[in-house]
């Protein structure tokens, strides 16, 4: 069993091939403050809190390459996760995700609503987009 959380799950952290949980404690840290920035901009008074989707977390190198990551993808090293929040768009989750300090990777899908963020350990932010068919490609703005 590995590292949870009061809003992630060991199901929701786990590689869905092989079931093991190595994420990272900076990237729990970094889901959990992503997940108040989400509840801060967007919940409404006395509504319950909003949920962040987990679709892909913790990755074993099998998982990996048949879901066309990247050969040393953070998801490998427990340092990544691909995110959605129902309703939002992968843009609007790009900017609250770009104010978290310990989140250093984002990439925006917006054919498919989602973002990739990781917690590498360069200084400075990568960002790229994803293609129609989940390629990376180099930045653009919508």
Known sequence: ?????????????????????????????????????????????????????????????????LKGGALRSQHMQGKAADV?????TARSLYALASGIPSIKGLGVNDHEQFLHLDVRAETQLAKWCYSEVGAEVAWYDA
Request: glycine share 6%.
């Open 1 to 65: 069993m590995g590292l949870t959380s009061e809003h992630f799950k060991e199901h929701e952290l786990a590689c869905h091939h092989c079931g093991v949980n190595a994420v990272t404690q900076t990237l729990l840290d970094a889901l959990e403050a992503f997940r108040a920035a989400v509840n801060a901009a967007w919940r409404e008074p006395d509504a319950p809190e909003i949920g962040v989707i987990l679709d892909s977390a913790y990755r074993c190198p099998v998982w990996n390459r």
């Open 84 to 88: 959605k929040v129902e309703g939002k």
